[in-house]
């Protein structure tokens, strides 16, 4: 078993959580249920949802830029780990991930090995 | 709210779990005097606890240990809310007080830990309250809860038996809630000799036992219409002063007809089932004296047959004594006092001194009738039932010689 970084980029989901509250939550719920079945299968570590804003620091001084940094498209909206056989196992396990439904994209990454 | 919430948790926290409904009652106290009551208080109640849930965990979670399947979905924010949401959903609720139900009343769990438990997290009664009920201090109870605690800590999850199991497990869990009706019905030590409170809670328990597919079985149906029968008759129990009036004396217009009715429909389908339990045999007693037009007319004899049937399932002396009774109503005082006085271990009851100073006064002997009756009143804890026997001694004394 590895471990395996899934970053979730794009995929707006079309509903604001302030004019729309319950279209929102129920957008939540399809993540939810993803999830529930991922953690049912004990393979899911957990992750979070990002916010689109925050800095980006540059350099030994320290330069300092306020976010979004990106094309909405490319912002890292969130992440989350899992553990799977493989890389083709863990790209399975992304099917149902609401985010294809909003036209986003996974990226999906082994956690590297570090040997000293 | 606690029993949603130690779902969620595990039972390894169900002091988090009290923490944030006694937050959320705190927060209740705080706010609603200014603001007024909420137009939906439960909702509102609802609500806060969510938030409040949400507040511990994002605080709290990293450092403890969470049920397996949870904790991903409680440690990301992904998830956290909408895992609480739904654990707080309305039709989850009755769901997360059976799964609680069974959890207090697991076998691991000694009885009269099981019930101080269920009081504590289900019916959210207080220390005292308990302490109350069950005749003793609070040290003892806070002593009960602790030990209750533990056992219920090493269950590690709150959820319902297998279905093949739960007609074993629902023994501890019918006893608890008749336990807790009797302590309503009858309070042992209370001012009062009818705790409204407790009977309602006993009484919502059992409703929601037959409501819920595993647990609508025959013997659920005839120990609801079994306490139904009986809340039936307590308001004609007591006079206004609150003194009691005899089974005999009562005004049987003022029994409620309504609940009854509800009962014999219980006992109706309780029938039914194949299997014939205590509750369907007491049941059964407790109708006769709901339909009968008046206490002599109370169909005696088939009351004994019905005892007879009991003493076969639980050959104890509560039963023997109550069928003592019965057999003086249908037989006459003479009978009745030798069948008392067969029964054996009730010296310490002082029902049983009463009911044995009954029989003696109506075959007029009374001097043994007066210290049977002053037995009674050195045993009994309860006030009213004290003052009933003092009556009894006092009438003893106006009855002429003969």
């Not at chain 1, 302030?18 to 570590?45: H, I, Q």
């Not at chain 2, 319902?160 to 309503?184: D, H, M, S």
């Amino acid at each position: 078993m590895s471990k395996y970084m899934f970053l979730f980029r794009g995929g707006e989901p079309g509903v604001d959580p302030m004019s729309d509250p319950a279209g929102f939550g129920a957008y939540m719920m399809t993540w939810k249920t993803w999830m529930e079945n991922l953690a049912k299968s004990g393979k899911y570590l957990g992750g979070d949802p990002l916010e689109a804003t925050g800095r980006t620091v540059t350099g030994k001084a320290m330069k300092m830029t306020d976010g979004p940094f990106v094309e909405g498209k490319e912002i890292v909206g969130g992440y989350v780990i899992v553990e799977a056989a493989s890389i083709e196992d863990a790209v399975k396990m992304s099917e149902g991930c609401p985010i294809y439904t909003h036209d986003g994209v996974v990226e999906i990454r082994p956690v590297q090995h570090v040997d000293f | 709210m606690v029993g949603a919430l130690t779902r969620l948790f595990g039972t390894q926290h169900l002091e988090l779990a009290e923490d944030v409904v006694q937050e959320t009652l705190l927060k209740a106290m705080r706010d609603w005097p200014y603001h007024g009551v909420p137009d939906q208080p439960a909702a509102w109640l609802h609500r806060v606890a969510k938030n409040q849930a949400i507040d511990q965990l994002r605080r709290k979670s990293r450092g403890v240990e969470l049920l397996k399947e949870n904790a991903a979905l409680l440690r990301s924010e992904w998830t956290l809310s909408g895992t609480v949401s739904e654990a707080f959903a309305e039709d989850l609720i009755a769901d997360d007080q059976l799964r609680m139900l069974f959890a207090c009343c697991h076998p691991s769990i000694p009885q009269e830990q099981q019930l101080a438990l269920a009081l504590r997290t289900l019916c959210g009664f207080s220390v005292p309250e308990i302490a109350r009920a069950f005749v003793t201090n609070e040290e003892s109870i806070n002593k009960r809860l602790y030990r209750a605690r533990e056992a219920f800590r090493a269950l590690g999850r709150v959820e319902f038996p297998p279905a093949a199991e739960v007609p074993l497990r629902l023994k501890p869990v019918l006893a608890t809630v008749y336990l807790l009706f009797n302590e309503g019905y009858n309070s042992t030590e209370h001012q009062d000799l009818i705790r409204e409170d407790l009977i309602e809670e006993a009484l919502r328990l059992g409703d929601m036992l037959v409501r819920h597919p595993l647990t609508a079985r025959s013997e659920v149906k005839a120990l609801l219409a079994l306490m139904l029968f009986h809340a039936a008759r307590s308001e004609a129990r007591l006079d206004a002063d609150g003194a009691i009036i005899l089974l005999a004396d009562q005004d049987r217009s003022c029994w409620d007809r309504q609940l009854i009715g509800l009962a014999e429909g219980y006992l109706q389908e309780a029938v039914k089932g194949e299997e014939v339990s205590t509750y369907h045999i007491e049941a059964a007693i407790a109708g006769i004296h709901c339909h009968a037009p008046s206490f002599e007319e109370t169909d005696w004899i088939t009351i004994i047959l019905l005892y007879d049937r009991l003493l076969a399932l639980v050959p104890n002396a509560i039963v023997r004594f109550n069928r003592a009774i019965a057999i003086g109503r249908a037989h006459g005082a003479a009978e009745g006092l030798k069948a008392l006085d067969a029964v054996e271990g009730l010296n310490t009851s002082h029902l049983y001194h009463a009911a044995r100073g009954d029989a003696l006064r109506e075959l007029t002997r009374l001097e043994e009738a007066r210290s049977a009756y002053s037995t009674g009143l050195r045993l009994t804890k309860s006030a009213v039932e004290g003052a009933l026997l003092r009556r009894k001694l006092e009438e003893l004394s106006n009855t002429p010689q003969r």
